[in-house]
């Protein structure tokens, strides 16, 4: 997982149109809570996983990691596992 911890992730974005998407999350709280402390709107979500490079990561192999405009969102399957900022691309991640 790449939170470091062994709990299942079920963040899933639906979009529904360019301008608004719902999330639906197994916990209601604590995962928009996460967005809202890193200061990152679904719209950069979605502009992430949409427009955003696409990256593997070695140290986490069954993820995909999209970056775009500083954000950086991994999925895994059809689950978004983390939201996070990052200026750049880590050196470790390898163009899809």
């Known amino acids: 997982m790449l939170f ?16 608004y998407f719902a999330v639906h999350s197994s916990n209601l ?3 928009p809570l996460r967005m809202i402390q890193r200061n990152i709107s679904p719209k950069q979500i979605y ?3 949409t427009k ?3 990256y593997s990561d070695p140290d ?4 995909t990691v999209y970056h775009y405009k500083g954000i950086a969102v991994a999925r895994e399957g059809n689950t978004l596992t983390t939201v996070y900022n ?3 691309p880590k050196a470790r ?3 899809k």
């Open 93 to 95: 991640w390898k163009k």
């Open 29 to 31: 709280v604590t995962k």
């Open 4 to 19: 470091g911890n062994n709990q299942q992730r079920n963040l899933v974005c639906f979009p529904y149109t360019v301008n």
């Open 52 to 54: 955003g490079t696409k």
């Open 60 to 63: 986490y192999p069954k993820a």
């Open 47 to 49: 502009d992430a996983y």
């Open 86 to 88: 990052q200026a750049k």
